[in-house]
């Protein structure tokens, strides 16, 4: 399983970032993935997650109504939309898939990690 996470960068606060995370060994119609987040000194935290059978979406509560996650079928890829962004949404976003548990509290496999960066 490779995961190929990319979209991240340096913004201001309120600014929109769109992650993507390319998927190989998996398919996405199939497999749970989703996002999770470290911070500088923090540990990782649950963003958001997708469902593969059905699509069902959950997310953290500080990112509701303004990140959204979704998936392209055809693409094999999720994309975590991220607007009205805040400087506390700095952190690595690692992507990842195969989760026992839902929402989920840690995957076994992860992407690279792509850092965003929000100024204020």
């Known amino acids: 399983v490779q995961l190929q996470a990319s979209g991240g960068g340096l913004v201001q606060a309120g600014d929109s970032l769109r992650l993507s995370c390319a998927a190989s060994?998996?398919?996405?119609?199939?497999?749970?993935m989703g996002w999770f987040r470290q911070a500088p000194g923090r540990e990782r935290e649950f963003v958001a997650a997708?469902?593969?059978?059905?699509?069902?979406?959950v997310y953290t509560d500080s990112v509701k109504g303004r990140f959204t996650i979704s998936r392209d079928i055809a693409k094999n890829t999720i994309y975590l939309q991220m607007n009205s962004l805040k400087p506390e949404d700095t952190a690595v976003y690692y992507c990842?898939?195969?989760?026992?548990?839902?929402?989920?509290?840690?995957?076994?496999?992860w992407g690279q990690g792509t850092l965003v960066t929000v100024s204020s």
């Open positions: 997708i469902r593969g059978s059905g699509g069902n979406t």
């Open positions: 060994g998996r398919t996405v119609s199939n497999s749970g």
């Open positions: 990842g898939t195969d989760s026992y548990r839902w929402p989920p509290v840690r995957y076994d496999y």
